[in-house]
């Protein structure tokens, strides 16, 4: 949806390295959540966000940290503790609150190790 | 919590001829079921979605059906064609939660 907006496209982490990968929406939307897709996997939920200054983890959620101080943004850290990042993320959002409501994504970010 | 069992995994059709893809969940709450299409290197696409208040939903060559009792919901495509290939993806969420559980996905290949 061109509404969310992933950047950058590729990203690659040096080892000891926190990366920051950004999420915009200007769809309004309440609930935001962030998804780590590997082969074989499906999408795996790492965090999730409902509401401004409020977020929750998801399954996989150890080694990465968010915020969400502002409606439209939802920036995921990759920290040095995740030892295996690379994967494709997924943003995604979602409006009524984000209850039983259809999630909609952003064109993901590539992150690999160097 | 919710767990999503999708298959077959992978999927070949000629063109023209339908494909089937079967996902069960473990939630009897679960109420909320919808399906994304991805195609290579590009983010999932809702296709279509259920509530678990109608049995069966369609649009044009796509339906999906959900069969609450047994906990299971299906993907049907009909006449497929060449740009039906793609990885798809189902998911459930419980009732009144944020989370969509999903599915690891079905390569569907149409062969021309």
């Known amino acids: 949806d061109g509404g969310i907006t992933q950047s950058p496209k590729y990203l690659f982490r040096k080892e000891g390295q926190n990366v920051t990968l950004s999420c915009e929406q200007n769809?309004?939307?309440?609930?935001m959540y962030w998804y780590r897709q590997d082969p074989g996997q499906g999408l795996r939920l790492i965090y999730y966000?409902?509401?401004?200054?409020?977020?929750q983890k998801g399954d996989i959620a150890e080694g990465y940290s968010v915020s969400r101080e502002k409606k439209e943004s939802f920036p995921l850290t990759v920290t040095s503790a995740q030892k295996n990042p690379t994967a494709f993320y997924l943003c995604?959002?979602?409006?009524?609150?984000?209850?039983?409501?259809?999630?909609?994504f952003g064109d993901g970010t590539r992150l690999s190790i160097l | 919590g919710e767990n999503v069992e999708q298959h077959p995994s992978t999927l070949s059709v000629q063109e023209g001829d339908s494909a089937v893809i079967k996902c069960t969940y473990s939630d009897s709450a679960s109420n909320y079921f919808p399906w994304y299409k991805q195609e290579l290197g590009k983010r999932p696409q809702l296709i279509i979605d259920i509530r678990s208040n109608v049995g069966e939903k369609k649009d044009q060559r796509i339906a999906v059906t959900l069969n609450k009792t047994a906990k299971h919901f299906s993907l049907h495509i009909t006449e497929t064609q060449p740009e039906d290939s793609a990885v798809y993806f189902c998911a459930a969420s419980s009732a009144g939660s944020y989370q969509l559980t999903f599915g690891k996905g079905t390569k569907l290949s149409v062969i021309p």
């Open positions: 769809l309004n939307h309440d609930a």
């Open positions: 995604a959002s979602s409006t009524g609150g984000g209850r039983d409501q259809p999630q909609h």
């Open positions: 966000s409902q509401i401004v200054n409020d977020f």
